[in-house]
C-alpha cells in the first residue's frame, strides 16, 4: 500500500503546486485598453514595418528574449512577452516578415501567402480577446456570409454537392436536411463537437503539468473519467463515424478540412475542431492577411521590441552548460552573434534540431526522442490566379469551395500519393478554392475591376526532389513544364463550376513544395508537422512542449498543438506561458470574463 500513499502524496504537492500556478498570481497582461480600428495604412507605410532590414546596429541592447520566425507563432509569443516588460527580437530570415500571414504581388495582383479566414471571432470570443490583445485592437475583420463552405463530391453528372452554414443551431439543422436518413449521425458528431470545444483546454494542461503527472493520469485512465475529449483524440473520425453511419459523403463532410491526411489516420478530435471553427461565422481582415502581422509589430515595437528581416539564423548558440545563450545571423558573408537568456524557436521543430542545432546536440538521446515523435507533413501545392474582372462578372462570392473526386478519401488519398512522379498531375484528388478579393470588402476599391483566386492542393515531396537545391531567383524548364501541369489540372476543374474564369485570366502563378514563400518549411510543409492519429495521442500531446530538453530553448508555432493560424497562435501564448512559467491562459479568460459583464450591463 505504500506506493498508494506515495501517490496520493504527489498528488497533494502535484495540486498546490497547480492551484498556486494557474490562480496564485496575475501577470498585468490585458491592464492595456483597447482601442477601435483605425483607417489603413497605404502599402508603402506597411512595408517599413514589415520590411525592416536586420543591421546589428538595428539590434536592442539588453535583450531578454530572441525569436527566430516571424510566423503567427513566433509574433504571438513575442507580443506577449513585450507586453509583460521583456525586451524581444525577431529574426526572420525571409524579405518579409508574418509568416503565412504575408501578402505577395505577382504582375499586378496582390495574394496572401495562406490565410484565407479565422473563426471564433464574435463579440468577445476568446479568440478575439486574444487577437485584440496582441494587435491593440487594431486588425478590422469583416465578417463574411453564413454560406462558409460548399462541399463537392465527385465529378461530371456523379456529382454532388453539400453546403456548409455558420450559426449556433443553424450549422447542425442545415446539416440534417442535407442527410434526412442520418439526422442521429449529425446529432452524434455535433456532440463531439461540443466536448472538443469546451475541453480542448485538457489537453492543453497536459503540456502544462509534470510530464510524470501527465503520464499518471493516461496511464491509471483517470484522463478517461475526467473527459471523453482524451479518447476522441486518439481516436480515428473513419472509426468513431463508422459507429453512427455507413454514409461515406457524411465521413467526408465531417472531415472536409483536409490537411493531408486521410480521416482513417486523423484524429477525430481535430475534425470536430476544425469544423466547430467556423460555427460562430468566419472572418477576414480588411486590407488583406499582412494587416495581422502588420499591427503584432507595431504593439512589440511600442514595447521596446524589434522584428528585423533577411536575417536568416544559421545556428543556436549554447553555452559550456550545453544551455541556449544566442543565436548566429548570416549577415554581408559572416557570422553575427547576438546574445539574450531566452531563445525561441518558430522555425518548427525539424529545423530546429536538425538544422540550428550542433551535431553534438542533436545526437542526444532526449532530443532524437523529442523530434521521433512527430513527421513532417505533406507538401502544398498553391496555384494564384488573377482577373480583370468584378466578382458580379465572374459569379463568385466568399464561399470556399471543397473539391473531391471521391467520397472514399481513405483509398484516393493512399493511391495519390503512391503514384508515380509523370502520372501525379493527373491524378489529383481534392482541392480546396476561395476568392480572397469577395472576402475583403476593401478589395473593391484597392483594386478596381480585379478579382483573385487561390487553390491549394497537396503533393507528396518526393514528386519534386530533384529540384531541391533550386533557388527562388533560378528558373528551369523542365520544373516548370511540371509545375504547371499541376496548375492548369487544378484552373481546369474550377472551370468546370465557374465557366466564366477562363475568358477573363490575366495571370496564373504556381508555387510548389520547393519554395514555399521563402518559409523554409521541411518538404515545403506549410502545416509543418503531420496531422496524423499517432501525432494526438494523449501521451505524444504531453511531451510535445515548449519547454525543450535544451535549457532556455523554447518552441512555439503550429508544431505545438496543431496547425493553421489558430493553432500558431496557441502555441504562441503556450510558449509565452511557459517562459515566464505562468499560464497566461487564466489572465485571458478572466478577461474574457470582465468583458463578457461589461456587455450583459449595457444590454440592461
Not at 541592447?61 to 525586451?87: P, Y
Not at 501527465?214 to 485512465?221: E, K, N, Q, V
Not at 550545453?322 to 524557436?345: L, R
Not at 467520397?407 to 476568392?435: H, T
Request: net charge positive.
Amino acid at each position: 500500500m505504500w506506493w498508494i500513499l506515495l501517490v496520493l502524496e504527489w498528488l497533494v504537492d502535484w495540486t498546490r503546486g497547480t492551484f498556486w500556478y494557474l490562480f496564485g498570481r496575475r501577470s498585468g497582461l490585458c491592464k492595456e485598453t483597447i482601442s477601435p480600428p483605425g483607417p489603413l495604412v497605404d502599402q508603402k507605410k506597411k512595408y517599413k514595418v514589415l520590411r525592416k532590414e536586420f543591421d546589428e546596429f538595428e539590434v536592442p541592447r539588453n535583450l531578454d528574449v530572441i525569436v527566430i520566425g516571424s510566423g503567427i507563432g513566433g509574433l504571438t509569443a513575442a507580443a506577449t512577452l513585450a507586453k509583460l516588460g521583456k525586451k524581444v527580437l525577431v529574426l526572420e530570415q525571409d524579405k518579409q516578415a508574418g509568416g503565412l500571414c504575408k501578402t505577395f504581388t505577382e504582375k499586378g495582383f496582390e495574394f496572401d501567402c495562406g490565410f484565407h479566414y479565422v473563426g471564433q471571432l464574435h463579440e468577445n470570443g476568446f479568440l478575439k480577446v486574444v487577437l485584440d490583445l496582441i494587435t491593440d485592437g487594431q486588425v478590422d475583420f469583416a465578417e463574411q456570409g453564413s454560406h462558409v463552405d460548399t462541399v463537392v463530391i465527385g465529378k461530371g453528372t456523379q456529382c454532388k454537392e453539400y453546403t456548409i452554414y455558420s450559426g449556433k443551431k443553424q450549422m447542425e439543422a442545415h446539416l440534417k436536411k442535407q442527410f434526412p436518413s442520418d439526422t442521429k449521425a449529425v446529432e452524434e458528431f455535433f456532440k463531439i463537437m461540443k466536448i472538443c470545444s469546451k475541453k480542448i483546454h485538457l489537453l492543453c494542461m497536459l503540456k502544462m503539468v509534470p510530464l510524470w503527472f501527465a503520464r499518471f493520469i493516461l496511464w491509471s485512465g483517470i484522463a478517461d473519467l475526467i473527459s471523453p475529449v482524451f479518447r476522441y483524440s486518439r481516436t480515428s473520425t473513419t472509426d468513431m463515424v463508422k459507429t453512427f453511419t455507413s454514409n461515406q459523403d457524411l465521413l467526408t463532410v465531417f472531415s472536409q478540412i483536409f490537411y493531408g491526411v486521410p480521416p482513417k489516420n486523423s484524429s477525430l478530435m481535430i475534425d470536430a475542431l476544425f469544423l466547430h471553427h467556423s460555427k460562430r461565422g468566419v472572418y477576414y481582415p480588411k486590407g488583406g492577411a499582412s494587416e495581422i502581422p502588420y499591427h503584432i509589430i507595431q504593439v512589440l515595437e511600442k514595447h521596446g521590441g524589434r522584428v528585423l528581416v533577411n536575417a536568416p539564423v544559421s545556428k543556436i548558440l549554447v553555452d559550456g552548460k550545453q544551455s541556449a545563450c544566442g543565436v548566429a545571423v548570416k549577415a554581408g558573408g559572416k557570422d553575427v552573434e547576438i546574445w539574450a537568456p531566452v531563445i525561441i524557436s518558430n522555425a518548427g521543430m525539424f529545423t530546429t534540431f536538425k538544422k540550428l542545432l550542433t551535431p553534438e546536440i542533436q545526437a542526444n538521446r532526449k532530443i532524437q526522442d523529442y523530434v521521433h515523435i512527430l513527421k513532417p507533413g505533406k507538401g502544398f501545392f498553391q496555384v494564384f490566379a488573377g482577373f480583370n474582372a468584378t466578382r458580379e462578372e465572374l459569379g463568385i462570392s466568399s464561399t470556399n469551395m471543397r473539391l473531391y473526386k471521391s467520397n472514399n478519401m481513405d483509398e484516393v488519398m493512399e493511391e495519390y500519393f503512391d503514384s508515380d512522379k509523370g502520372d501525379a498531375p493527373d491524378r489529383i484528388p481534392m482541392m480546396y478554392l476561395s476568392f480572397p478579393s469577395a472576402k475583403d470588402p476593401t478589395s473593391c476599391t484597392r483594386f478596381p475591376g480585379q478579382s483573385r483566386m487561390v487553390i491549394h492542393t497537396m503533393v507528396n515531396p518526393k514528386w519534386f526532389g530533384q529540384w531541391n537545391n533550386l533557388s527562388e531567383t533560378e528558373s528551369d524548364e523542365e520544373y516548370e513544364r511540371y509545375k504547371m501541369r499541376f496548375a492548369n489540372h487544378l484552373f481546369d476543374w474550377a472551370c468546370v463550376h465557374f465557366p466564366k474564369l477562363k475568358e477573363k485570366l490575366v495571370m496564373l502563378h504556381a508555387v510548389s513544395p520547393i519554395n514555399m514563400h521563402g518559409l523554409g518549411a521541411t518538404y515545403g510543409s506549410m502545416l509543418s508537422a503531420e496531422h496524423s492519429l499517432e501525432r494526438f495521442v494523449p501521451l505524444n500531446i504531453a511531451k510535445i512542449r515548449c519547454n525543450t530538453p535544451v535549457k532556455n530553448l523554447y518552441l512555439s508555432g503550429q508544431d505545438i498543438f496543431s496547425g493553421g493560424y489558430s493553432g500558431a497562435l496557441h502555441g504562441g501564448l503556450l510558449c509565452a506561458s511557459s517562459v515566464v512559467d505562468h499560464c497566461l491562459y487564466v489572465d485571458l479568460l478572466l478577461q474574457q470574463k470582465k468583458l463578457k459583464r461589461k456587455a450583459v450591463k449595457k444590454l440592461e
